[in-house]
């Protein structure tokens, strides 16, 4: 199969403007407002300055949209022909870099090329959406119904998320398996598997209990029951709670934020900027943020059901439980309901790597819009 | 066409159904995050600002200054000195420990030190702040700021120390300052002595004035970051700072004592105003340095304050028990004449001993003065007179009129540690020893000697009393103390006694008197102490009266005598005590001084010369009646 052959079979070519009209600029106005909260909170974090993080937040946005915009004008056929590639580039890096790891001290989650430092689990992320997408697209529902074609894409989903809980990233794992999950319910899998997958994972818990690393144990230990060590693993949750429960309704006004300015958060231009945010707009603020990714998701799910294609409808689903799953744990985190696992707030939280795989994501999302009427051949 | 669409009808609405439902769970799980954000920030928002506020608003104590003590004109005794010192916070456990290493490769604090401050730090309530070195050089200071950044929850505090700028000098008087002890705390509930950096008196009018000098905390609101480091001060209350005192003491005259005493190994001095009690000089040799307590004292210094045989931590002005000796013989004097056992013309035998049964009690004459009345007994301190006078009176009037001149208990004065001697009795004798009083006990208190025991400062107390007519004064330590903001003057002095009268007859203690004029100006025992004497006469108005002693400390008995031994062969801690104790001006007396030399064998010779230097530099200085020597506060 050639590229050429495929461009042939393409009935109907659209136009360049109609394509930049197709384009969901309210999406992109949406976006940009989410980054543009980021910037604010990354201000406030930094104690009113621009430096070190605000500025260069604004500018890596800038860039990343550019990227996003460039994404979403490529032909799906083209991503669907790349996304083995991807895949299998990713699953390279993510090996190397647990080889790397292994050789250098402890956690590693990044490797360095030249002047950028890439993390190889943001790539699996939208690699595994890729290659999903393209495996079901072939198939038809009575075979994605089968149990035999459900293997293939647990071992796709699987490898990846090994990958990565040896790192160790206990987030990025969740948020592979729990997106690939979504992605495998929508194309058809039957719901028997999931809850026999559900009872197996329950099973294995105890034997992922003896996997688990110290500090993964005290976590969750932590995470059970926060007054166990108050100054210790309970203290991130413990400051973090208080800093987003004194915000009250309105907050205490922008720069204003105790719990950030005085260090009492831990990581807060990071993982923990929801509640340096929230501290300081209250829960006014709060509504805001969730409600513009709210419609970053609604409008997901408007793509998905719009696209003429298979691979188009389960693109935008992943990429849409991507950002959802991001948003929730990360919330669910810094508000004491989950674990801290160390998932950002896509956007929002400081750090280049998942600024530009999120505004790819949605560059796909946005470019299953622009292309929702191509047609793709079935062919495996 | 339809290669792309076969099927595709059938698995798009499986993928609508299934999306829809996906679709709502994440909305719904949205709304849980919602309802998550409403209980935290409604329902429990109050809690957690509280929470937010404990967090960020730090109450500390500011110690507040301690008073500052002078002598009677002004001159600093105890001031404070600015102090660097290194504080930590407790930095949520474990930070602490990696604090102190580094501190340690600044400040080498070595590993026990290291050990008890981890303890501190553990133990620290409300992040109160541990002192981790006090007394900071500024090469220290300057590389602790330098290395800040690497030392969260550590920064530079200045603080304030006690200096002591007379140094021994003063010490006993002063004394000194140290941490809080639980027994410190006893029945106080003052918020300061929690605070570590907090020092308390612990010797000395440190201590008897520490209610005083201690003054009020005050307070401040700092805003401090997680590490406990002060990022701004919201609110501040100045407290208090502590009372200033003036002291009676002259400084000049007591180091004119220090320095007359400073030829022998131990002794003590005491000048007071016979008028008003106030101590002018309270000399006890040797001293220590209070400021090496102040700065921290180390193991060893301590061991060899405790161990020198001088026992210099041991204040002997009240509290060195001592026989007085002949200067007793005051006290046996009146005690017969005011119980008519004597009249003052009677005269008593004196053959050079007495014989009471078998044992044979010695005049220090050893031929005997033959016969003398009371005035000449004193002036010649003849023993054979005093044992017969003492038996005549009986001990229970003599124990009566000890007692009235200030014998067998404290003064309290206030300086902690004062000893109030024994004046034995019957009742003491029967109680302590399970036997009788017997009539050789009396003869022995007659002189002074046996289970008598005094303090300079009860020796000074008594010869005031003689002094001024027979009244009771007290000694006194403290002349004024008011707090900083006041003005802080000495009292106008007094010409009259305000004490009460001890009821004496005047006759008899002008007699007393007279004897012990007689001592130095009329050829008594200390007759080469008057002070025109070898026909020089000087300075007529600066006449004194006193009365010399010799204190046993070890009898030296018939067989030692016949082999040779004498006073001056015997090792210094077995030799006599010498004593003496004078006042002046004779005719309108003014001061009193009592001086001890331990071991110093002969009170004429050794404390006699002492006290009349002494004497005569109070007169002349008169410190009780020149209050122009006053320095105002401001002008330190």
């Known amino acids: ?380 | 066409m339809m290669r792309y669409r076969k099927g595709d009808n059938e698995r798009s609405s499986l993928f609508t159904r299934r999306a829809l439902l996906l679709g709502g769970a994440q909305v719904a799980l949205m709304s849980a995050l919602v309802g998550r954000l409403y209980q935290l920030q409604v329902l429990e928002t109050q809690r957690f600002a509280t929470l937010a506020e404990e967090n960020r608003v730090n109450l500390r104590l500011l110690p507040p200054p301690r008073g500052l003590i002078f002598d009677r004109i002004g001159q600093p005794l105890a001031v404070n000195r600015n102090n660097f010192r290194a504080v930590a916070t407790s930095d949520r456990g474990r930070g602490a420990e990696l604090l102190l290493d580094r501190l340690d490769q600044i400040l080498n604090l070595g590993e026990a030190e290291k050990q008890r401050l981890l303890r501190e730090l553990r133990r620290s309530r409300n992040a109160q702040p541990v002192v981790v070195r006090e007394n900071l050089g500024w090469e220290e200071v300057a590389r602790l700021e330098f290395n800040a950044p690497d030392l969260p929850g550590m920064f530079i505090d200045l603080g304030q120390t006690r200096d002591y700028p007379e140094g021994q000098l003063m010490s006993h008087i002063i004394g000194y300052t140290g941490r809080v002890s639980d027994e410190d705390l006893n029945g106080r509930d003052d918020p300061l002595l929690s605070l570590p950096t907090m020092r308390f008196g612990k010797k000395g009018m440190e201590r008897a004035l520490e209610d005083d000098l201690r003054g009020r905390a005050g307070a401040v609101q700092v805003e401090v970051n997680a590490v406990g480091r002060v990022v701004r001060e919201l609110d501040r209350n100045e407290g208090q700072a502590g009372d200033n005192a003036l002291l009676t003491i002259d400084l000049e005259l007591q180091r004119f004592a220090a320095d007359r005493l400073a030829e022998h190994q131990s002794g003590s001095v005491v000048v007071m105003d016979v008028v008003t009690g106030d101590v002018i000089v309270m000399m006890s040799t040797p001293g220590f340095d209070p400021n090496m307590f102040a700065r921290g004292i180390t193991q060893g210094e301590w061991r060899d304050l405790l161990e020198a045989p001088e026992r210099p931590l041991h204040n002997k002005s009240i509290a060195g028990v001592y026989p007085p000796g002949s200067t007793y013989k005051m006290v046996t004097a009146l005690a017969a004449l005011e119980s008519k056992a004597i009249e003052p013309w009677t005269v008593l035998p004196c053959p050079g001993f007495l014989m009471l049964g078998d044992i044979k009690f010695h005049c220090w004459l050893a031929g005997g003065h033959g016969g003398l009345n009371v005035q000449g007994a004193i002036s010649n301190s003849c023993d054979c007179f005093f044992y017969e006078a003492a038996r005549r009176a009986g001990v229970d009037k003599i124990a009566e009129t000890a007692a009235k001149l200030g014998f067998g208990h404290s003064s309290e004065l206030g300086l902690p540690g004062e000893s109030g001697g024994n004046l034995p009795t019957r009742g003491w004798k029967q109680e302590k020893y399970n036997i009788p009083w017997q009539q050789g006990d009396t003869f022995n208190l007659g002189i002074g000697q046996g289970y008598m025991t005094a303090t300079p400062l009860q020796l000074a107390i008594m010869t005031s009393r003689i002094a001024n007519g027979g009244y009771a004064v007290q000694p006194n330590l403290l002349l004024a103390k008011a707090a900083p903001r006041d003005e802080l003057s000495p009292p106008p002095t007094r010409e009259t006694p305000a004490a009460p009268s001890l009821r004496f007859s005047p006759q008899f203690i002008n007699l007393v008197r007279q004897g012990m004029n007689d001592v130095v100006n009329a050829g008594g025992t200390a007759a080469q102490l008057r002070i025109d004497a070898h026909g020089k006469l000087v300075e007529p108005q600066y006449r004194f009266a006193g009365k010399t002693g010799t204190a046993q400390v070890k009898r030296i008995t018939e067989r030692e005598r016949a082999m040779g031994i004498t006073q001056a062969s015997l090792p210094w801690h077995l030799r006599h005590h010498a004593l003496f104790v004078c006042f002046g001006p004779v005719d309108t007396p003014r001061y009193a001084c009592a001086v001890i030399v331990e071991h110093g064998q002969a009170g004429g010779a050794t404390a006699g010369p002492i006290g009349r230097d002494m004497l005569l530099e109070t007169m002349k200085r008169d410190p009780s009646r020149h209050t122009d020597r006053f320095k105002k506060m401001a002008s330190l």
């Open chain 1, 1 to 380: 199969m050639s590229l050429g052959s495929l461009s042939l079979s393409t009935p109907a070519p659209v136009g360049f403007g109609e394509k930049i009209w197709r384009i969901n600029w309210g999406l992109v106005l949406v976006l940009s407002a989410i980054a543009a909260v980021g910037v604010l909170a990354l201000y406030s974090a930094a104690g009113g300055r621009l430096e070190p993080w605000a500025g260069r937040h604004a500018m890596r946005y800038g860039m990343a949209l550019g990227l996003c915009l460039i994404v979403a004008l490529i032909h799906p056929k083209v991503w669907r022909w790349l996304a083995w590639p991807i895949y299998g580039a990713s699953m390279l890096l993510l090996v190397a870099v647990d080889v790397i790891g292994k050789i250098g001290m402890g956690a590693q989650r990044w490797l360095v090329l030249g002047p950028i430092q890439i993390q190889p689990s943001e790539i699996a992320k939208v690699a595994v959406i890729l290659v999903l997408a393209r495996y079901y697209h072939g198939l038809t529902r009575e075979q994605a119904e089968r149990f035999v074609y459900t293997l293939p894409p647990l071992v796709i989903i699987l490898a990846p998320v090994g990958l990565v809980m040896v790192q160790p990233d206990l987030g990025t794992a969740m948020m592979v398996l729990l997106g690939g999950a979504a992605l495998l319910f929508v194309a058809g899998v039957r719901l028997w598997m999931f809850l026999g997958a559900v009872v197996a994972a329950i099973g294995c818990l105890p034997f992922a209990w003896s996997f688990m690393h110290e500090y993964q144990r005290k976590r969750v230990l932590t995470f059970l029951d926060p007054d166990r060590d108050p100054l210790g693993a309970g203290y991130h949750i413990t400051q973090s709670k208080i800093a987003i429960g004194s915000g009250g309704l309105f907050g205490k006004g922008f720069l204003k934020g105790t719990q950030s300015a005085l260090n009492f958060l831990p990581e807060k231009q990071t993982d923990f900027i929801f509640t340096t945010f929230v501290e300081e707009w209250g829960m006014v603020g709060a509504l805001v943020l969730l409600a513009l990714f709210t419609l970053v998701l609604l409008w997901g799910f408007s793509i998905a059901l719009r696209s003429q294609h298979h691979f188009g409808r389960l693109v935008a689903l992943g990429v849409t439980s991507m950002m959802f799953l991001y948003v929730f744990i990360n919330t669910s985190m810094v508000m004491g309901l989950l674990p801290v696992v160390g998932v950002p707030l896509p956007l929002v939280s400081n750090g280049g790597t998942a600024m530009v795989s999120v505004m790819f994501a949605c560059g796909l999302l946005i470019g299953v819009n622009v292309y929702r009427d191509a047609q793709l051949p079935l062919a495996r």
